[in-house]
């Protein structure tokens, strides 16, 4: 079956950096897109950063030159690179599935869900 486990969240200061990672099993994971979608309380769970089965990225403009979403595809693990975090980074982060090789701009294109990892950024 799919699991997808994430990690590397945790407290930090502005201005400061985390890695997230999201292994995943159950699946041949290079031929999916996966992406990373925050969610803070009281908040829509949109995607941040993307990246397609051939490797193409795509960043929402609020953490555009700041995130960097990567994979290693032996290791079967998704990254979240995040530098110089704002206190509005702060939420629980969730790497997902894509249904397909394409990257969906829609929620309903993700079939599969990690547990979450909290991020807190404060000031």
């Known amino acids: 079956q799919v699991q997808l486990v994430e990690s590397g969240g945790g407290s930090e200061q502005a201005g400061g950096s985390l890695r997230l990672s999201c292994v995943a099993s159950?699946?041949?994971?290079?031929?999916?897109?996966m992406g990373w979608f925050p969610q803070a309380p009281g908040k829509e769970r949109e995607a941040v950063a993307t990246?397609?089965?051939?490797?193409?990225?795509t960043y929402a403009d609020s953490v555009k030159g700041r995130f960097t979403i990567s994979r290693d595809i032996a290791k079967k693990t998704l990254y979240l690179q995040m530098n110089s975090l704002k206190p509005k980074d702060s939420a629980s982060y969730y790497c997902a599935r894509g249904n397909n090789a394409y990257c969906s701009t829609s929620n309903l294109g993700y079939k599969y869900w990690g547990q979450g990892t909290q991020v807190t950024v404060s000031s």
């Open positions: 990246i397609t089965s051939f490797g193409l990225t």
């Open positions: 159950g699946y041949i994971f290079s031929i999916y897109c």
